[in-house]
């Protein structure tokens, strides 16, 4: 049935949300798919993405940057700085730290009956050998997302799935970045392109 009022959508998230907001972005590229079915007039897409964000980061700022938007569907998608930032900068957050303020987020969101979509951190290296320092650290934080979609009843765009694969199809010289990355973790244009493809495909199976 044709919704009158578009569907307002919120991306929640780190830097890599923050530039996919800006022109060439997965956010932008999702609008573009979205007009190019002529149905980008039942959709609203909003970025409230914030470069160096951690899971409590986004915890702290949902009233303000999401709730107070009113949105019927919240893409969040975090956890790449919990992650990165135990190596880089000592902080980071520890997995049960991690799951109770992700827990709390979407406790909040759904006591509003919005919408949500969660999304699994993609990748820091692309290397398909396993080689990447933090992968086992990705792997286990993208499986504490991965429950947390399946105990909560929220769809789930797996975005280290979904990179691993294109990754061990497409990168047969295993380098670093270059493939779906700029820089190891910023998704470069084709990276923006699958992540708006995969996400369309969740947010149009929502409507």
């Not at 398909?128 to 990705?138: A, E, H, P, W």
Request: glycine share 8%; net charge neutral; proline share 2%.
């Amino acid at each position: 049935m044709f919704n009158q009022k578009p569907r307002r959508v919120v991306f929640f998230g780190d830097s890599i949300t923050e530039a996919g907001a800006k022109p060439g972005g997965y956010i932008v590229k999702i609008n573009e798919e979205l007009a190019k079915k002529g149905v980008s007039g039942q959709y609203e897409l909003i970025g409230a993405g914030i470069g160096g964000n951690k899971v409590y980061d986004l915890y702290l700022r949902m009233d303000e940057d999401v709730l107070a938007k009113n949105p019927d569907i919240v893409v969040i998608w975090i956890g790449v700085n919990d992650v990165w930032h135990k190596q880089s900068y000592g902080t980071g957050t520890d997995a049960d730290k991690f799951e109770k303020f992700y827990t709390a987020i979407i406790k909040k969101l759904q006591e509003k009956n919005i919408k949500i979509i969660l999304c699994t951190p993609a990748v820091i290296g692309e290397k398909t050998d396993f080689s990447n320092q933090l992968d086992g650290d990705l792997n286990k934080y993208s499986q504490i997302i991965r429950n947390l979609a399946a105990r909560n009843n929220c769809d789930l765009v797996d975005c280290r799935k979904i990179f691993l694969e294109y990754n061990l199809k497409n990168n047969p010289e295993n380098k670093e970045f270059g493939i779906l990355t700029a820089d190891r973790v910023h998704l470069n244009e084709q990276g923006n392109q699958l992540v708006a493809d995969k996400m369309l495909e969740v947010l149009v199976k929502e409507y």
